[in-house]
């Protein structure tokens, strides 16, 4: 692991080339090709059912936990690629961590075990002071440290929604990956809760390389810098990317028509 | 959707105005009053129980003609008073409430006669477990007792010491199947051992005695029993309820929290101890715990592979061990003259049996509210 303590630090960039992803027979995903770039917010957006979570998914190895399903092509991550024969799916995911959509902290941890989970679990032999050191460093990175510390011993899931997504995140940036991924993170959440979400983000691409699904086109005008639209051309066609362009372009000025449909509202 | 809009309106004047009293929800509570109903007939609160205890006074003087008879008097009266009940709240309050109340009655009905054998026994083996349940009876065994005295310890001990045994053994290799059956396996394999732990948990409790005893005389020959040989026929009843029991209790552990700690670069293994494991303990401990309150009480399969023991014996891989079912059995089946004595002794074993179970329970309650989740 590299050192991300410093205030702001390069990020890793990800090279996607060629990338099919199949469950089973179903061809989910088609030839996607694209670059995302260190340090930078870049969106996800499109209809659903469209292969934006699977891609996601796929961009840490979680997408293999479903029975069946298979990935072809290469994942870039560093020079690496994290689908070569050699890799272990579990050093990928301690470089590529993920937000879900359901905050979902673990229920029989404290909010302050939340956090030093992924160390925890790893088995890191940390000490008890470096460990309050990351966790209070975590959560402030998350912009929760105000408001939980007088109460980390308490259970994760006293916790309000926006609050426990929050945990979440800062439960991710704990193991200090390279990049970060978001899967609709402020779908089960509140327009302030949300607004807060949106602030992190800001905050974190200092750090970290951020990709983040959502279905909301404000949120992807707001938050990020870059954005790429997933579009399938029938149903049950497989998904494939449409357009990759920095977000101000996509909104104002797309190249392709699906495009300006979709961010529009023309579509569906 | 604005015309729909537009007929809920003018249905609302028409109703306010009193233009289309025929409502049916006012009709059918047999009111005239003609605003938007939402005020039905009802019965007054009392009018149940009134009906109930005017039935079963009714049947009681009937069933004085003919010949008295509680559980004809229970049945008549519960029928009746459902049938009285559904016909009034028909008439006054209609049909909806009037089905409501129908299957409460029968709800509470049934509740009431799956209670009915459970408190009868409670209370038969209390009342007559107490004639003996003194001190002596823990602190004695039955060496060299015959007719009155003695005391039920090497019984308490040989239970203690088999059950924990069989505990020891089984909990372990059923929760490591379960997390196999639930967490690894998949496939055809996987579907077949559990259609056999499904067949596992019908085995009749003398085919697992059977089944110890075969296997052990093999090791040390024609009429050995041994303490651990009763402990492995009941691990053979146990592990199964484990496994199931067990995988009920991982499947509603939510696949979120197992992504969450995958995402975090936790291998599996440490995800199933660390995450999966303790977010569902509490009913991993329930479900041993019914285990354990299943097997305790097996007295058949103990008869043949732990034997009839009068001391106490602490040491399951030494000699032949008594136990309270077995005990309790023998005391009854085969008393000495006079039988009181014996009769005692095998109520009060039971009652300690009952007791012990209770107190298992207790413990594993606390267990589970102190290790489970939590959620303030």
């Known amino acids: 692991m590299t050192t991300a303590t410093a205030s702001a630090t390069e990020a890793k960039r990800v090279e996607v080339s060629d990338l099919d992803i199949y469950y089973g027979s179903f061809h989910a995903v088609k030839s996607v090709t694209m670059t995302i770039q260190p340090n930078k917010v870049t969106a996800i957006i499109g209809s659903s059912g469209c292969g934006k979570s699977t891609f996601l998914r796929s961009l840490n190895r979680m997408h293999e936990l479903v029975e069946g399903a298979r990935v072809e092509g290469s994942v870039i991550l560093d020079g690496q690629d994290i689908y070569a024969a050699d890799v272990d799916s579990v050093m990928v995911r301690r470089q590529v961590g993920m937000v879900f959509q359901n905050p979902n902290p673990f229920p029989t941890m404290s909010i302050g075990d939340n956090v030093a989970a992924g160390l925890r679990l790893n088995s890191r032999k940390a000490k008890k002071d470096e460990l309050d050191e990351i966790v209070e460093r975590s959560l402030r990175g998350a912009n929760l440290w105000e408001e939980v510390k007088e109460r980390l011993d308490r259970p994760g899931s006293s916790l309000s929604g926006g609050q426990q997504q929050r945990l979440c995140i800062a439960r991710a940036i704990a193991v200090q ?45 707001r938050a990020s810098d870059f954005t790429a639209f997933f579009n399938l051309e029938n149903s049950g066609d497989p998904g494939q990317l449409v357009e990759l362009d920095r977000t101000d372009t996509i909104f104002s000025n797309p190249e392709n028509k699906a495009t300006e449909d979709y961010v529009s509202g023309r579509f569906g | 959707m604005r015309e729909r809009a537009t007929e809920r309106e003018r ?22 009053d003609a605003r938007t109903p939402l005020v039905g007939g009802s019965l007054p609160r009392w009018g149940p129980w009134a009906v109930f205890s005017g039935v079963t006074a009714a049947v009681a003087g009937v069933l004085s003609v003919l010949g008295f008879n509680v559980a004809l008097l229970a049945v008549a009266s519960v029928v009746l008073t459902g049938a009285i009940i559904y016909g009034w709240a028909r008439a006054v309050e209609g049909r909806r409430k009037a089905t409501d109340r129908a299957i409460t009655i029968a709800v509470s009905s049934a509740f009431a006669l799956a209670l009915t054998p459970l408190i009868s026994l409670l209370f038969t083996v209390t009342s007559r477990g107490l004639a003996r349940f003194d001190v002596q009876l823990f602190t004695e065994s039955m060496r060299g007792v015959l007719g009155e005295g003695g005391g039920i310890q090497h019984a308490i001990v040989g239970t203690l010491v088999i059950t924990g045994v069989a505990t020891a053994a ?18 055809r394999l996987k579907r077949a051992l559990t259609f056999f732990v499904d067949v596992m948990t019908g085995i009749p409790s003398i085919v697992a005695g059977l089944f110890a005893y075969a296997l052990f005389v093999l090791i040390y020959g024609p009429g050995i029993r041994l303490g651990v040989m009763g402990a492995v026929a009941l691990s053979v009843l146990m592990i199964p309820i484990v496994v199931r029991s067990t995988e009920e209790m991982l499947r509603v552990v939510p696949n979120g929290l197992r992504e969450a700690s995958y995402a975090l670069g936790v291998p599996k293994w440490r995800t199933i101890v660390k995450v999966v494991l303790p977010t569902s303990f509490a009913g991993i401990v329930s479900g041993a715990m019914i285990a354990v309150a299943r097997i305790i009480g097996e007295t058949a399969p103990l008869l043949i592979t732990t034997g009839v023991f009068n001391s106490v014996n602490f040491n399951p891989f030494d000699g032949r061990m008594e136990n309270l079912a077995v005990f309790a059995y023998n005391e009854y089946a085969t008393p000495g003259i006079p039988n009181e004595p014996y009769i005692d002794r095998a109520w009060a074993a039971a009652l300690t049996l009952l007791l012990i179970v209770m107190i298992l329970f207790f413990v594993a309650r606390l267990i589970s509210a102190r290790f489970g989740v939590k959620t303030r």
């Not at chain 1, 609709?184 to 905050?203: H, K, M, N, R, Y």
């Not at chain 2, 089984?170 to 496939?187: D, N």
């Open chain 2, 170 to 187: 089984s909990v372990p290799i059923g929760i490591m199947a379960a997390i196999y059956l639930h967490e690894y396996g998949r496939g």
């Open chain 1, 177 to 221: 990956p390279e990049v970060l991924l978001m899967d609709e993170p402020c779908s089960a959440l509140d327009p302030v809760a949300t607004l807060a979400i949106e602030d992190l983000i800001g905050d974190l691409k200092n750090n970290y390389t951020i990709v983040i699904v959502t279905h909301n086109m404000q949120q992807a005008a």
């Open chain 2, 11 to 32: 249905r609302y004047e028409v109703e306010r105005d009193g233009r289309e009293p025929e409502d049916e929800r006012g009709r059918e509570a047999g009111t005239t």
